[in-house]
């Protein structure tokens, strides 16, 4: 297996504008998991997934923020709109067992200018 | 509330030495605790776990010890090597929400 595959690496956007990232988890793994790092506020869980439901997003900031995962390989991250304090790094994860051994991917780099 | 931390934010070492990384944790009743290592530009890297039925847990190079009395984790790498210049994070799972929960890290600089 390839791994916890993201898109984009980079992203870079206006003030204003909406962002979409995406991951792929591992095939098989039911558990699929978003955070958010930052120098300030390190790993931050924002919303996680079993069996393609979304079960705790208490993390997210704000309604501006939305994921979804239509299938057991693939969901999105959604800001919309982005404001320059989202400038972080978005890291989607996937595990067997909840809360044990998640596999991250290598995470997108957002900019909002 | 739950918490994990760290003792040291910085560790620089020699090439060569042992290195020890610190954890303080909260919750006495976590049941599951994990070292991740993360590169620059990389995502954090799954290195060892352990559950809290033991004290103590060894890899390749790696040793992971977990002192439940005083609430405490370390890692310890042997013979470091440039390649384990990193932020190093521990986490615990909570007991009653099941998510793990990340300490702030600990960067480790290795010294040629």
């Known amino acids: 297996d390839a791994g916890v595959i993201q898109s984009p690496r980079h992203e870079v956007t206006e003030m204003g504008q909406e962002v979409t990232l995406r991951c792929k988890p591992i095939s098989g793994h039911d558990y699929l998991f978003w955070y958010r790092q930052t120098m300030m506020r390190g790993l931050e869980l924002l919303i996680y997934f079993n069996n393609n439901v979304p079960i705790d997003d208490s993390g997210m900031p704000e309604d501006r923020f939305s994921a979804k995962m239509p299938n057991a390989s693939f969901s999105t991250l959604k800001i919309q709109p982005s404001e320059p304090r989202d400038s972080a790094v978005y890291f989607c994860?996937?595990?067997?067992?909840?809360?044990?051994?998640?596999?991250f991917g290598s995470g997108t780099q957002l900019s909002v200018l | 509330g739950e918490s994990v931390g760290l003792h040291l934010p910085t560790l620089s070492v020699q090439e060569g030495d042992n290195s020890i990384i610190n954890c303080a944790y909260s919750?006495?009743?976590?049941?599951?605790f994990i070292w991740y290592k993360q590169e620059s530009g990389k995502g954090p890297q799954f290195i060892i776990d352990i559950r809290s039925n033991m004290d103590k847990r060894q890899g390749q190079r790696v040793t992971v010890l977990l002192n439940k009395t005083v609430k405490h984790l370390s890692l310890q790498i042997a013979a470091t090597q440039p390649g384990d210049s990193a932020v190093y994070f521990c986490a615990e799972t909570g007991s009653n929400t099941g998510k793990l929960i990340f300490g702030q890290g600990t960067t480790l600089q290795v010294k040629p």
């Open positions: 994860a996937s595990s067997l067992v909840m809360g044990e051994k998640l596999f």
């Open positions: 919750n006495s009743a976590s049941d599951y």
